[in-house]
């Protein structure tokens, strides 16, 4: 197992009590997961034109070919908006609410890549007293939708997205709110992420931050934002002390 942790992290580790996990790339394996989905996407979107389907994966930086976003690209951690107004100039007979509601409403069924089985670890996470909760920047109708297709829907009592009302990472919002109504203090949760809009925004909430490697992100990327580099969220049992 490779792990790296900042001087000092394990007692912070032992005095966690809440966790709080980004989704696409952290829950989710980011790839596998959207690389595939949104190359379809753009094809339908485009209506058999290649040039507006081509434009469309430059704006979003997605390699068409080999159906993966580029590392940089940035969808990677962004929010829904932000995708919607990278491409909406390429599809001139859309408007902005029309385009976001058809990308939130087809993400609403896609199928994800769990980057660990998830249902055994967030029980045992659960059954060990940790609060359990989810910062994502996707929409929240999207991200409820995605869970409660892998039998998750109950496994987070707290669930925000970029649309929840708490802002977007890396603003600290969501993850403030998440310690509040967990009544914990923001030193007693842990964000968990793959990016660094993640890290970002639980070190601005006063947060331990866990960085995983199964996003676009490498270790080398977030390790200086990090009080830990985790593989996968599977990790976090050991890095806990469980």
């Given at each position: 197992m490779s792990v790296s942790a900042a001087s000092g992290s394990g007692a912070r580790a032992r005095r966690l009590r809440g966790l709080l996990f980004d989704k696409d790339g952290t829950l989710f394996g980011f790839q596998a997961t959207w690389g595939g989905w949104a190359a379809d996407l753009l094809e339908r979107l485009a209506e058999g034109e290649s040039g507006v389907r081509d434009d469309l994966a430059a704006r979003i930086r997605l390699d068409l070919d080999a159906r993966l976003f580029d590392p940089g690209s940035p969808i990677v951690a962004g929010t829904v908006d932000e995708a919607v107004a990278l491409m909406l100039p390429a599809l001139?007979?859309?408007?902005?609410?029309?385009?976001?509601?058809?990308?939130?409403?087809?993400?609403?069924?896609?199928?994800?890549?769990?980057?660990?089985?998830?249902?055994?670890?967030?029980?045992?996470?659960?059954?060990?007293?940790?609060?359990?909760?989810?910062?994502?920047?996707?929409?929240?109708?999207?991200?409820?939708?995605?869970?409660?297709?892998?039998?998750?829907?109950?496994?987070?009592p707290f669930l925000a997205g970029a649309d929840s009302g708490h802002g977007a990472k890396p603003g600290p919002g969501q993850c403030l709110a998440f310690a509040a109504e967990a009544a914990l203090a923001p030193d007693e949760v842990a964000m968990i992420g793959d990016s660094t809009h993640d890290l970002h925004a639980g070190r601005a909430a006063g947060m331990v931050c866990v960085a995983v490697l199964t996003g676009t992100a490498t270790a080398d990327d977030l390790a200086p934002h990090a009080d830990a580099v985790l593989p996968d969220i599977g990790h976090l049992p050991d890095w806990l002390g469980l």
């Open positions: 001139p007979g859309w408007e902005f609410g029309a385009l976001r509601a058809r990308v939130i409403d087809e993400s609403r069924a896609i199928v994800p890549v769990e980057a660990v089985p998830l249902a055994p670890l967030l029980s045992r996470l659960g059954q060990a007293g940790y609060a359990l909760g989810v910062a994502t920047n996707d929409a929240e109708e999207a991200a409820r939708a995605q869970l409660a297709g892998l039998g998750l829907g109950e496994t987070f």
